[in-house]
């Protein structure tokens, strides 16, 4: 009889037991991973003295454990290079407020697994505020809230993660970005067989974060336009200076190849001042030359070895 | 029309409809390692024009365009269609494991242990990962730590990894390999320690890249070996990994 029922509900039983322990041993697994999403990752937000505007980040817990998030508050500045922020220790920008100042900065709420949270942030500029941009990262360290803090690890990781706000306090709103090409560095004399290969660094000496507009172009000696290339519209930060990128590849080197160059060629970049309609073009020139090196130069090494060599043989040949 | 046709017929419409149902349509996911193409929607035309004197970017013939909701509130970028494609991104960040169990640690020998850091963003500005310590790996009594490894030649540091392979060198440190990771972790022998908040370090970059990122990932090996005097305990700290998109 108990044999019998053994036969009729085991292997059942032997299923449910390797599904319980799966089950039990993957959300253990899941329970120490933490996964945050949040959007935008970047915020640019103009701001008249006197005025109060709210904008929102919305937080998302794609993990499958609660969340525990503090938000924080830090000052950036330009890596002059990259567009990378580099996040300085303090945060000094004071008229913020987190969830309409129902709580602040570094107190800390709970996102449960698979859910969204729209946190509103609120901007409130005194009216005697001066007109300057402010760049900041608003933070969102979070952590596991069950469990891993309690277990005795060696070493309990949590994650940051940041959205920027560039904030351009103006009594207007009339860009006032003015941006300039600060050099185009690439090789005087080049081989006619290697690409002309170039970068350049543009400066924003304005007021507020403006975006590169504009274009590089390589002229021969005939003053033939050879080759054209947009450049991808980076913001670049009041007072601060960024490599230029082409658009199509986003590469920080542009690159024109062709099976033979010759000759004199001029590059230059127009760029916008700003991103304004009546926008001066801010032009900026570099000369270099194509010559073919490796046609000169493998007859000239082939004829100094061959001059070595025969002064070798005469040595070794005495008369 | 008689049988013999009718049959034809028949078999014809047959194969037709065989070769059209089976025929099949391609469809991808346009992306690599390093990009991938994002469309917001389906319209005329959208892109970016531009002349001498202007640069804009449009949407013709999209259906429900912006600004409405939560992102019309941002006046920076003024614009509707494709566009708010900049400013609804997201930018999201993932530890595959938060809890760092060394074991127990004796003298003269390593012990490691791994987690993934994946990092996803859609902003062409890329992203960077700091990575720091609140303290070194301290004893529970609160005044006896293993201290940060120098590595085999005492020549590493927070910001450059050398090779630490003697087991006979104590200390507590961390390995990166995968995508985007600073070209001084040569291999999985290269070691640097934590930036020490505690000593005011600054925090170091562990990843970073200039461009979109889909699912970048890379693996951080946590190490640590003790000297034969090191008192016996639990020994703890905390790490924090710190994303930042670009802009």
Redesign the interface.
């Known amino acids: 009889m108990l044999n019998k029922k053994i036969k009729k509900f085991g292997p059942n039983l032997f299923l449910a037991s390797v599904c319980f322990f799966l089950s039990v041993s993957l959300g253990n697994a899941q329970a120490?991973?933490?996964?945050?999403?949040?959007?935008?990752?970047?915020?640019?937000?103009?701001i008249k003295p006197g005025e109060s505007?709210?904008?929102?980040i919305?937080a998302?817990n794609?993990?499958d454990s609660t969340l525990e998030i503090t938000p924080s508050l830090l000052d950036?500045e330009a890596d002059n290079l990259?567009?990378?922020?580099v996040?300085k220790?303090t945060g000094t920008f004071k008229y913020i407020q987190i969830n309409e100042g129902s709580s602040f900065f570094g107190e800390s709420f709970n996102l449960e697994p698979k859910q969204k949270k729209?946190i509103p942030i609120t901007i409130d500029i005194p009216r005697s505020e001066r007109e300057e941009e402010y760049?900041m990262?608003i933070?969102f360290?979070f952590?596991?809230k069950i469990d891993?803090q309690q277990?005795?690890?060696?070493?309990?990781?949590?994650?940051?993660?940041?959205?920027?706000l560039?904030l351009?306090v103006t009594k207007n709103d009339l860009d006032r970005g003015n941006i300039i090409v600060k050099n185009i560095k690439s090789m005087p004399i080049i081989d006619s067989f290697m690409p002309i290969r170039f970068t350049a660094i543009a400066e924003n000496i304005g007021k507020n974060a403006t975006p590169a507009?504009?274009s590089a172009k390589i002229y021969d000696w005939q003053n033939k336009e050879v080759a054209q290339f947009?450049v991808?519209?980076?913001?670049i930060?009041a007072d601060s200076s960024r490599q230029l990128r082409e658009?199509e590849f986003?590469s920080?080197e542009f690159r024109y190849k062709k099976p033979f160059l010759l000759g004199i060629y001029r590059i230059t970049f127009?760029l916008?001042k700003n991103?304004s309609?009546?926008?001066e073009?801010i032009t900026l020139n570099k000369t270099i030359v194509a010559l073919p090196l490796s046609i000169i130069i493998l007859p000239l090494s082939g004829f100094i070895l061959y001059s070595g060599y025969r002064l070798v043989l005469i040595k070794i040949k005495p008369r | 029309m008689n049988y013999k046709s009718k049959k034809i017929i028949g078999l014809y419409s047959a194969l037709v409809f065989i070769f059209l149902a089976s025929y099949p349509v391609w469809a991808d996911r346009l992306e690599s390692d390093s990009y991938f193409v994002t469309f917001g929607n389906f319209n005329v035309t959208s892109g970016?024009k531009?002349s001498?004197?202007?640069?804009v970017t449009d949407t013709v013939g999209q259906v429900a365009n912006g600004p409405y909701g939560?992102?019309g509130?941002?006046?920076?970028?003024i614009g509707s269609g494709f566009q708010y494609i900049y400013?609804?991104?997201?930018?999201?960040?993932?530890?595959?494991?938060?809890?760092?169990?060394?074991g127990s640690i004796n003298p003269s020998t390593h012990n490691s242990?791994t987690?993934d850091l994946t990092i996803t963003?859609r902003?062409?500005?890329?992203?960077?990962i700091?990575a720091y310590?609140e303290h070194p790996?301290r004893h529970n009594n609160g005044s006896t730590d293993i201290p940060d490894t120098t590595c085999d030649l005492g020549t590493c540091t927070i910001s450059n990894a050398e090779v630490w392979s003697n087991t006979s060198i104590p200390g507590f440190g961390f390995n990166m390999t995968g995508d985007d990771i600073p070209i001084d972790f040569v291999d999985s022998t290269y070691f640097r320690p934590f930036a020490d908040d505690e000593s005011a370090d600054?925090?170091q970059i562990v990843m970073?890249s200039?461009?979109?990122a889909n699912a970048r990932t890379s693996t951080v090996t946590?190490k640590?070996g003790v000297s034969g005097t090191q008192a016996a305990g639990?020994?703890?700290?905390?790490?924090?990994?710190?994303?930042?998109?670009?802009?």
């Open positions: 120490s991973r933490i996964n945050l999403s949040i959007s935008p990752p970047v915020t640019y937000l103009s505007k709210t904008y929102q919305r998302e794609l993990g950036f990259t567009g990378q922020p996040v220790q729209t760049a990262t933070f360290t952590k596991n891993e277990k005795e690890t060696q070493a309990k990781v949590a994650g940051t993660i940041g959205s920027n560039i351009i507009s504009g947009e991808h519209p980076d913001m930060l658009n986003l920080r127009e916008n991103s309609l009546d926008s073009i | 970016e531009s001498a004197s202007y640069n939560q992102y509130s941002s006046d920076y970028f400013q609804i991104d997201s930018f999201a960040f993932t530890i595959s494991d938060v809890s760092i169990e060394l242990a987690h963003t902003g062409a500005g890329g992203y960077l700091y310590e790996l600054p925090m970073s200039t461009n979109i946590y640590a639990d020994y703890q700290t905390n790490i924090r990994f710190v994303a930042v998109p670009g802009y």
